[in-house]
């Protein structure tokens, strides 16, 4: 069984910076893909950013040059620094895992991961 627990999340003015974690215990794949996904009330989860075992990264349009993962000890620590952040940023951020790559866009696809953590609140004052 694989575990995820995010941190970091808080109350930020509108461009500035927060860096979320997510520490991951439990049974290791030897691929993995770990994605950071976001959703707000009312709204479908999407997805933010995904990261492979090899490293390579990967960022919807909205995150690219502003947002970036990161993972740390293999992936038993994975982060989403965030910089210049905008209000329509404001959600709840879930970390995520699937088996496998991360290429083809599957670290994008909500059915796709198999493990979730219960999520880290960020809201976004102007």
């Known amino acids: 069984q694989v575990q995820l627990v995010e941190s970091g999340g808080g109350s930020v003015q509108a461009g500035g910076s927060l860096r979320l974690s997510c520490s991951v215990s439990?049974?290791?794949?030897?691929?993995?893909?770990m994605a950071w996904f976001r959703q707000t009330p009312g709204k479908e989860r999407e997805a933010v950013a995904g990261?492979?075992?090899?490293?390579?990264?990967y960022y919807t349009d909205s995150a690219k040059d502003r947002f970036t993962i990161s993972q740390e000890n293999g992936k038993n620590n994975v982060y989403l620094v965030m910089n210049s952040l905008k209000p329509e940023d404001a959600a709840m951020y879930y970390c995520a895992e699937r088996a496998g790559g991360c290429a083809g866009g599957r670290w994008s696809r909500v059915d796709g991961m198999a493990y979730w953590g219960k999520g880290t609140l960020v809201t976004i004052s102007q």
């Open positions: 439990g049974y290791t794949y030897s691929r993995y893909c």
């Open positions: 990261i492979n075992t090899d490293g390579w990264t």
